[in-house]
């Protein structure tokens, strides 16, 4: 395992704090042993309070950071002394553990410090590290695990049984560190869950921890050797995929996005001979329940999946002091022999998180096979962890999801203007977007937004649609809404000097590539979990076209009706179909200051005159045509298909 520890940078971390901050970032940046959010550590410092008095003070990172990226308001500073008292409670629930922890915090606009806070304080040194790394959740989860850890840390780790983190973890390491520590030990493991290293510097005990799991590693090596994966080629059916998401937010009762990982690893995995077995042995680590549920589901029978998660709660639920309110029964994680793997969540973000945690969990699972035999933790404990108090006082907080949360926009002509709007507009409402253009800024327009894929084609390429419906799919899992605004809109030009060239070029961008658009699409509309949507960007062109632009006049005008068809054919799969005309929109790419200047000028107006020249003397901005079609495609608009409607401040010819 790799040391990341480099003198240069450390050295412009000055003082423990910042010392703090630098380890455990270089303990994040390693996702062999933390993975989104995992993992904590503290220090143990004064703090001057208003008195000008020092207080014995446990840094400690606060819960919903990452250690990957923490900084120092992430630690919460806490009275050390009220954690040791705490630790010597006879018991303490949880819900009462947070409230106390609370209390004890010295800055109260700090966040909720970690439940393993007790735990950090009763650790006698002054570093603390605790991560779940990768070798040492695989060697604990096989039946002899612990003997095997004994075998190679020897006194220089103390070993725990398998707790639950919290209040109890504590009191058990309160008895236990005393009883087992020596003079050379350096870390303690908790069996099915992770390890602590600890040291009198920042540097000793991320050393102690590198040490420790690198020692694992090896000894994984030597004993537990798996084939590298192959380069497996995936073929699968991705519009099957649209399909599966549909039964799998039905179960969930929302709609949520699926991702896909067909790489070689995850394919290999699917397709092992044990993997109906192996796959359903539970997680690595009990904070993994959470994001992949207890074990994924393996083919496509959502129904099954969702009827034994049911009973699982039913079973494991009534012995409970509350009432629990059960989660919802759809799977986080599906393992595929055609897809590989897929992951459901959401947003983006938990469908990626998913899949980050369960591509190392395949492969702990594999090497605990080879070093005889996997095994999670049982069904009670996984539940008590899923069912957690704190857990579910979270989800209670949650506020409600975004209009859009878990579904899919498409917006042609994105990168700049009405299409660009657009996608801001959906992704406000909290759904994935993603952004065609024949320009390839649209690749770069959100950065590395996870919510966000931009992809480039030339949408008169049949071929181009069905690779971009394909990235869709692989990316997202499926399509709910799609806008179709993508457009050419030629230099005025009357009939007679007309080529034959440009009014087939206007009707190839204009008409055509949509034609091909509905089609390819249409399979996919129709399995989404709400129903698909499509909004129309049309023109006033159409109810009122004007002199000079026959083609695109024309192209938008079959287009209308193309659409108002398709409402027709669409209504019995619940697609809806609307249109809107939008006119004289101005701040796009094609009306610079000049142009606009001088067309202003043309009718004798200001620049300001000619952009409200309308009923309502306002001006209509890309933004006002953005919202009203991410409107369209939300509850307002549930029962109108084949509507039109007028963006344009009223134009008397159009009234
Ligand atoms: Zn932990």
Known sequence: MENLWNDTEAGKHQGYLAERVYTSRLLGANPDLVLHGGGNTSVKGVWKNIFGED??????????????????????????????????????????????????????????????????????????????????????????????IREIYGDEVIVLPYVMPGFDLARLCAEAFPAQATPRTIGMVLMNHGIFSFGDSAKQSYDRMIE????????????????????????????????????????????????????????????????????????????????????????????????????????????????????????????????????????????????????????????????????????????NMEYWDLEQAKLKKAGAPKAFAGEVALVTGAASGIGKACVQSFLNRGAAVVAVDISADVESLYGMREDYLGIIADLTSPEAIRGMLEQTLRHFGGLDMLVLNAGVFPGGKKIDALSDEEWHRVMAVNLDSNLTLLRETHPLLKAAPKYGRVVVIGSKNVPAPGPGAAAYSASKAALTQLARVAALEWGADAIRINLVHPNAVFDTGIWTPEVLAQRAAHYGMTVDEYKRNNVLREEVTSKDVAELTAEMCGELFAKITGAQIPIDGGNDRVI
């Open 55 to 148: 207080e014995e003070t446990l840094y400690v990172k606060g819960s919903g950071s990452d250690l990957a990226t923490i900084e120092l308001k992430d630690f919460v500073p806490v009275r050390l002394e009220d954690m040791l008292k705490l630790s010597r409670l006879e018991r303490l629930p949880d819900t009462e553990m947070a409230r106390e922890l609370r209390l004890a915090t010295l800055d109260p606009a700090a966040p909720a410090p970690s439940v393993e806070a007790i735990l950090h304080a009763l650790i006698p040194h002054r570093f603390v590290d605790h991560t779940h790394a990768d070798a040492i959740v695989t060697i604990t989860n096989t039946a002899a695990g612990e003997a095997r």
């Open 212 to 383: 420790l799991v690198g020692r694992a590693g090896d000894y994984l090596n030597r004993n537990a050797q798996i084939a590298p994966a192959t380069n497996i080629e995936a073929s699968a059916d991705w519009v099957a995929l649209a399909a599966l998401r549909k039964k799998v937010s039905a179960a969930a009762g929302f709609p949520m996005l699926l991702r896909t990982c067909a790489s070689g690893a995850a394919l290999a995995f699917a397709r092992h001979p044990e993997a109906a077995s192996i796959s359903q042995r539970g997680p690595a680590t009990p904070d993994h329940v959470i994001r992949t549920k207890r074990v994924p589901m393996f083919g496509r029978e959502v129904d099954a999946y969702a009827r034994a998660y049911v009973q699982y709660f039913e079973r494991n639920s009534k012995p409970a002091r509350q009432p629990l309110t059960m989660l919802d029964p759809a799977p986080r994680v599906i393992v595929d022999t055609e897809f590989g793997l897929v992951t459901a969540g959401r947003s983006a973000r938990e469908t990626r998180i998913a899949e980050d945690i369960y591509s190392h969990t395949m492969d702990i699972i594999l090497r605990g096979e080879a070093l005889g035999g996997y095994q999670a933790l049982g069904e009670a404990d996984l539940f």
